[in-house]
C-alpha cells in the first residue's frame, strides 16, 4: 500500500511570511495527526484529527497555526506569519482508527530566515 | 505529567557489538510504550510496542526491549548491531492509552563504526 505522502519535502521561507504543507493519508485511514520536530527533540503533536473533525489540538499555536481536513482525507498546516523558532520538521502520521499504529510521513523541513 | 527520557543523546558502537539504548518514563497509570526508529531524511517506524503481559518484546529488525516497572525504564537492545542500524531512536509512551497521544523522548542518535 502506498504509504503517507507530504510536500514540499523542502522549504525555505523568511520570518512573518507565510507557509503551508500538505499531508496525504493511506487511504482509509480515520485519523490523522500533525507533529513537529525541532531539531535535537522528539516529535511533539501539534493537532489529531478523525475523520473531518478535530480530536485535539490543545498544544498547536493558534495565533499562527491553522490545519484542516476537508472531506477527511488529505490535510493542510499553515503558518501564518512564521517564526524563527518554527524552523523544525513537520511530520505527518495516519492510522486506521486512532487506537491503531501510526504510519509516519517523510516530513517537511522548515527553515525560516 | 507525562514524560518520557532518553538521557543518551548519542552512542556509538562498533558493528556486531551489542547494544543498549536506554529509556525512563513517567506515567501515573500502567504505560503504553514505544520504540520508534528515524534514519535521515524519512519518517517514524515502530520498532516494537509494550501494552501488558510479558514484559520483555521482540520487535522488528532483530530489537528487544524490557519493561521494569520498578526503574520506571524500557531499555532496547540488539545483541549484534548491523552497519545498516545507524539512525535516530524514540522512546514514546501513549498518554491516553494505545497509540494515541504519544510524547517521545528527545531520541539517542546511534552511529555504527565499520
Known amino acids: 500500500e502506498a504509504g503517507v505522502a507530504q510536500s514540499p519535502r523542502y522549504k525555505i521561507i523568511e520570518k512573518r511570511q507565510s507557509v503551508a504543507f500538505w499531508c496525504n493519508p493511506i487511504s482509509g485511514h480515520a485519523t490523522l495527526y500533525w507533529y513537529q520536530q525541532i531539531l535535537g527533540q522528539g516529535p511533539k503533536l501539534l493537532i489529531q484529527f478523525q475523520n473531518n473533525g478535530v480530536v485535539d489540538d490543545s498544544q498547536l499555536p493558534k495565533d499562527r497555526f491553522s490545519a484542516e481536513r476537508l472531506k477527511g482525507v488529505d490535510s493542510t498546516l499553515k503558518i501564518q506569519p512564521a517564526k524563527l523558532e518554527d524552523s523544525a520538521v513537520y511530520l505527518c502520521?495516519?492510522?486506521?482508527?486512532?487506537?491503531?499504529?501510526?504510519?509516519f510521513g517523510d516530513g517537511t523541513r522548515l527553515s525560516i530566515l | 505529567a507525562q514524560s518520557v527520557t532518553q538521557p543518551d543523546i548519542h552512542i556509538t558502537v562498533s558493528e556486531g557489538a551489542s547494544l543498549e539504548l536506554r529509556c525512563n518514563y513517567s506515567y501515573g497509570a500502567t504505560p503504553y510504550l514505544f520504540w520508534y526508529v528515524q534514519s535521515p531524511g524519512q519518517g517514524l517506524q515502530l520498532l516494537l510496542k509494550y501494552f501488558s503481559g510479558d514484559t520483555l518484546v521482540q520487535g522488528i529488525k532483530g530489537f528487544e526491549a524490557e519493561f521494569k516497572r520498578s526503574q520506571s525504564s524500557f531499555n532496547l537492545r540488539k545483541p549484534s548491531v548491523h552497519w545498516s542500524d545507524a539512525a535516530e531512536y524514540f522512546c514514546a509512551v501513549g498518554n491516553s492509552g494505545g497509540y494515541n497521544k504519544l510524547i517521545f523522548g528527545a531520541g539517542t542518535r546511534l552511529a555504527v563504526h565499520p
Open positions: 502520521a495516519s492510522s486506521l482508527l486512532s487506537d491503531q499504529p501510526q504510519h
